[in-house]
T-cell receptor, first 108, second 113 residues
Framework: GQQVMQIPQYQHVQEGEDFTTYCNSSTTLSNIQWYKQRPGGHPVFLIQLVKSGEVKKQKRLTFQFGEAKKNSSLHITATQTTDVGTYFCAGGFQKLVFGTGTRLLVSP | NAGVTQTPKFQVLKTGQSMTLQCAQDMNHEYMSWYRQDPGMGLRLIHYSVGAGITDQGEVPNGYNVSRSTTEDFPLRLLSAAPSQTSVYFC????????????FGPGTRLTVL
């Protein structure tokens, strides 16, 4: 079945540093979604990408969908302590498959 | 709107016990899903429903039953709890199809001893 892997599994940065998480699927995706889960909370939808090569920005967050629609990335510029949490990518139409997640820790 | 609600928040069971995790949504979404979250494994789909009376299996359905008698409610039943079912369970709803944007409930943290 479809598998979605994310790297790194964990990253610890100093506030102000940049952060990137990568999402790789074993199959071509119709779309890719990104979610954020704060510690002790539930996943919250951030954004959806649909087109090959699509790039979307939300303030300091930049999301990219690969040309082959098998990979995606989330880049955070100048991290803040409020960015702490686990970031998940997810893809699929009939059945959504979530990535393994990247846990981000930001030290002040 | 309350969105997606789940009860209980925490539960401890003994091996072999049964229980039902409750989930309700007030957004009139047709699609509802149950996921379990385990460390390092992301969220895995257990069962989902495309509307009242219609359910289907996800990636990890064994040991769980679901039913959908109304649009609002989607309970998850553990028939005979096992320690491998210790996890955090999230219910989610979506509007257009199962792979559409997921609106998650707050989760139920289940421990099976």
């Amino acid at each position: 079945g479809q598998q979605v892997m994310q790297i790194p599994q964990y990253q610890h940065v100093q506030e102000g540093e940049d952060f990137t998480t990568y999402c790789n699927s074993s199959t071509t995706l119709s779309n890719i979604q990104w979610y954020k889960q704060r510690p002790g909370g539930h996943p919250v939808f951030l954004i959806q990408l649909v087109k090959s090569g699509e790039v979307k920005k939300q303030k300091r967050l930049t999301f990219q969908f690969g040309e082959a629609k098998k990979n995606s990335s989330l880049h955070i510029t100048a991290t803040q302590t409020t960015d702490v949490g686990t970031y998940f990518c997810a893809g699929g139409f009939q059945k959504l498959v979530f990535g393994t997640g990247t846990r981000l820790l930001v030290s002040p | 709107n309350a969105g997606v609600t789940q009860t209980p928040k925490f539960q401890v069971l003994k091996t072999g016990q049964s229980m039902t995790l409750q989930c309700a949504q007030d957004m009139n979404h047709e699609y509802m899903s149950w996921y379990r979250q385990d460390p390092g494994m992301g969220l895995r789909l257990i069962h989902y429903s495309v509307g009242a009376g219609i359910t289907d299996q996800g990636e990890v359905p064994n040991g769980y039953n679901v039913s959908r008698s109304t649009t609002e409610d989607f309970p998850l039943r553990l028939l005979s709890a096992a320690p491998s079912q210790t996890s955090v369970y999230f219910c989610a709803s979506s509007l257009l199809f199962q792979g559409d944007t997921q609106y998650f409930g707050p989760g139920t943290r289940l421990t099976v001893l």
